[in-house]
């Protein structure tokens, strides 16, 4: 198999924990596996930067640097990858790679994770559904996962977490 230019949208650096990590493990595992991998983050702005301070204009100088970084990322990929949140989240930083990837006529996972899908889909679902369905694929961690998008007509298929093996 050739190796893949994969653009992958996540929070990173990570924080102490969750998405973000299973994001870097991915990263590296792809990465020692021969592919290349470009990051973008959805929170690109840097841990001492002034804007931190003020927390809405904070979320929005990162939205913008991550919808400045986001078309020239997914245009050098064979593959766009990202890791996705409900809610707000979903449509602010999971649907504009969606949609690249789609203009671009570049193939899309999508790697959900959290366990309020079944909540945002019920009240979401007619908005993001769509969306979601333009995936290639769509991956959880977890069979309750899978069977949450299952109730709302999304096949998704079930990979478990990366552990660190290190």
Same mark, same amino acid.
């Given at each position: !198999?050739?190796?893949?230019?994969?653009?992958?949208?996540?929070?990173?650096?990570?924080?102490?924990?969750? !998405?973000?990590?299973?994001?870097?493990?991915?990263?590296?595992?792809?990465? &020692?596996?021969? +592919?290349?991998?470009? %990051?973008?983050?959805? %929170?690109?702005?840097?841990?001492?930067?002034?804007?931190?301070?003020?927390?809405?204009?904070? =979320?929005?100088? %990162?939205?913008?640097?991550?919808?400045?970084?986001?078309?020239?990322?997914?245009? *050098?990929?064979?593959? $766009? /990858?990202?890791?996705? /949140?409900?809610?707000?989240?979903?449509?602010?930083?999971?649907?504009?790679? @969606?949609?690249?990837?789609?203009?671009? +006529? *570049?193939? $899309?996972?999508? /790697?959900?994770?959290?366990?309020?899908?079944?909540?945002?889909? *019920? /009240?979401?679902?007619?908005?993001?559904?769509? #969306?979601? &369905?333009?995936?290639?694929?769509?991956? $959880?961690?977890?069979?309750?996962?899978?069977?949450? #998008?299952?109730? +709302? =007509?999304?096949?998704? #298929?079930? @990979?478990? %977490?990366?552990?660190?093996?290190?």
């Amino acid at each position: !198999m050739q190796p893949a230019s994969i653009c992958l949208v996540a929070e990173l650096p990570p924080p102490a924990g969750g !998405m973000a990590v299973q994001a870097e493990l991915l990263t590296r595992l792809l990465r &020692k596996a021969g +592919h290349t991998v470009v %990051n973008v983050p959805t %929170n690109p702005l840097a841990a001492d930067s002034p804007w931190r301070r003020w927390p809405l204009l904070r =979320g929005l100088v %990162n939205f913008i640097l991550f919808l400045v970084a986001l078309p020239r990322a997914c245009s *050098k990929a064979d593959i $766009v /990858h990202v890791f996705s /949140h409900s809610y707000l989240s979903f449509f602010l930083f999971s649907l504009p790679p @969606i949609l690249w990837a789609r203009l671009l +006529h *570049k193939p $899309v996972i999508l /790697h959900y994770h959290g366990g309020a899908a079944d909540s945002f889909l *019920k /009240h979401w679902g007619i908005f993001a559904r769509p #969306f979601m &369905k333009m995936a290639q694929r769509v991956i $959880v961690p977890s069979g309750f996962l899978r069977e949450a #998008f299952a109730r +709302h =007509g999304i096949d998704a #298929f079930e @990979i478990p %977490n990366v552990l660190a093996a290190e």
